[in-house]
């Protein structure tokens, strides 16, 4: 069993763990922390990596669980993306293998943070053609288990991975750039996204 936080659109380190054991358990226990894959994902785009972030309302003077963070729409930041994920990977070779499963995530108002989490996490799998069950923690795991990879939401410590290169868009333009969100490995090798991972070794 492997032990994560629920992400939007995970990095690709998130699934190559996940790939590699039969069972999933998500941390939702935890406090919400800023500045982590719990509500952005970073993409490929015409101007290099780009940050996909996803608002929430923050509360006034107490510290929220995860769970219980809630989604702000006042920009529009779905659209946003949408739009945003199209203009980098309309060109992709299986972008449009996958679109129509994807919108009904943006066009979906999600209240919860974790929802929509969750949510990208079917789109994956189903993408991956990947089952293995989850379930989410009743309490917050203090200790750290053999299989503990919950640091891997942090944004800042895991971005420098050495991953095998895929070809990907914008790659003459700025080289290959390794863990970017699980979008952009499926969206450049569809089926072969799978085999990619379960031939990655977990690095920290």
Not at 18 to 43: G, H, M, P, S, W
Not at 101 to 128: C, G, Q, T, Y
Not at 142 to 149: E, G, H, L, S, W
Not at 151 to 168: C, W
Request: glycine share 2%.
């Amino acid at each position: 069993m492997v032990l994560i936080h629920p992400t939007y659109f995970s990095p690709i380190i998130q699934y190559v763990a996940i790939a590699k054991n039969n069972k999933i358990l998500f941390e939702v226990e935890d406090n919400f922390q800023k500045q982590t894959y719990r509500n952005r994902c970073y993409i490929y785009s015409a101007n290099g990596k780009q940050l996909l972030n996803v608002p929430i309302q923050h509360s006034k003077g107490f510290k929220q669980k995860s769970k219980d963070v809630k989604i702000d729409y006042k920009d529009n930041w779905n659209k946003q993306h949408l739009k945003t994920l199209k203009t980098a990977y309309s060109s992709s070779p299986f972008f449009e293998f996958y679109i129509d499963d994807l919108l009904p995530i943006f066009e979906n108002k999600f209240e919860f943070l974790i929802d929509l989490n969750i949510a990208s996490h079917h789109f994956i799998m189903d993408a991956l053609q990947l089952e293995i069950p989850y379930c989410f923690t009743e309490i917050f795991q203090q200790k750290k288990t053999t299989n503990d990879y919950r640091n891997l939401v942090i944004a800042k410590g895991n971005t420098q991975l050495n991953f095998d290169r895929y070809i990907q868009v914008f790659e003459q333009n700025f080289g290959f750039i390794s863990n970017l969100s699980i979008l952009d490995l499926i969206f450049m090798e569809g089926p072969n996204a799978l085999n990619y991972l379960e031939n990655q070794q977990l690095q920290f």
